[in-house]
Structure formats: structure tokens, C-alpha cells
């Protein structure tokens, strides 16, 4: 299955603040949030954090890296060939980075795939209904790539 992926971060080269998959098929959606850096980027400050809760009951999960990375496991377990779809390279970045939960351990996939779309003319920020929430950033790029792109 397609999962759409958005995420949010503290900056360029920041670390992970937000990560969200949305399925091409279903509402079972994925986000989780991790604890906050020291110091915030001021933009992100300004744009990320006060929308980082704006997401249906029962889908915001704050985790620390380890517990992110083991509700990702858990989510993509039913999925034998699973497909990212990204429109930015640091979101797959940060997707694989969440993969590692140690030195030499990831978590369990029976596979996956990656995919990096060309997004010109799309911006998940002028088209979700919440702009720098990585959930309604990916599922405006859900609704961006089924109907409008390839």
C-alpha cells in the first residue's frame, strides 16, 4: 500500500519533531510527535510548535525516538511491501532515521520502498488544512498526488 508521509523538524539539519503516514486506502492514520529540542529554531517556533496538537483524538502520540520507532513497527506490520511517498528528501531522512533504535538494530519490515515525488507547483503548506502539522501536511500530499500528480 501507498502511506503518504510528512514531517516536520527544527530547522535545516534540526531534529525530528513530527513524523505522520497517511494510507492511501483507509483512516488509519500515523503520528507521532517526539519531546521537543532545547533550543527551537524561531521559525519553527513560530510555525511548527503551536500546531504540533492539531490532530484527531487518539492519533497524537509524544514518544521518545525508541517508542516512535516501535509504533511505527507495529503500524506497518500488516503491510508485506509498504511505499513512502515523499515530496521532500529530509522527510525520507528522517523516516529512515526513525528505522534505527541503535547501534546496528532497526526495527522489523518484510520490506519497504521509498519514493520521492517531483512536487513542483505543490505546497503542502498553502494546500493542508493545517499548515506545518505533518499530518494535514501528508494528507494534503495524499490528495496532491491522487489527484493531480503522475
Known amino acids: 500500500?501507498?502511506?503518504f508521509l510528512d514531517t516536520e523538524f527544527?530547522?535545516?539539519?534540526?531534529?525530528?519533531?513530527s513524523l505522520a503516514l497517511v494510507p492511501e486506502i483507509g483512516d488509519q492514520d500515523f503520528y507521532v510527535s517526539l519531546?521537543?529540542?532545547a533550543?527551537?529554531?524561531p521559525w519553527v517556533e513560530k510555525n511548527v510548535i503551536p500546531y504540533l496538537r492539531f490532530v484527531p483524538?487518539?492519533?497524537?502520540?509524544?514518544?521518545?525516538r525508541v517508542e516512535a520507532a516501535q509504533h511505527l513497527e507495529a503500524y506497518l506490520a500488516h503491510d508485506r511491501d509498504p511505499l513512502i511517498i515523499a515530496d521532500w528528501p529530509d522527510d525520507l531522512a528522517h523516516f529512515c532515521a526513525l528505522l534505527v533504535t541503535g547501534p546496528a538494530e532497526m526495527i522489523r519490515?518484510?520490506?519497504?520502498?521509498?519514493?520521492l515525488i517531483n512536487g513542483a507547483g505543490f505546497s503542502a503548506a498553502s494546500n493542508s488544512r493545517m499548515p506545518h502539522n505533518a499530518l494535514h501536511d501528508a494528507?494534503?500530499?495524499?490528495d496532491f498526488y491522487?489527484?493531480?500528480?503522475?
Open 1 to 3: 500500500m501507498r502511506y
Open 10 to 17: 527544527n530547522g535545516f539539519g534540526g531534529d525530528l519533531i
Open 35 to 37: 519531546p521537543l529540542p
Open 39 to 41: 533550543e527551537i529554531h
Open 57 to 64: 483524538p487518539g492519533v497524537d502520540h509524544q514518544l521518545n
Open 109 to 115: 519490515l518484510d520490506g519497504l520502498r521509498l519514493e
Open 139 to 142: 494528507h494534503a500530499l495524499k
Open 146 to 150: 491522487l489527484n493531480w500528480a503522475v
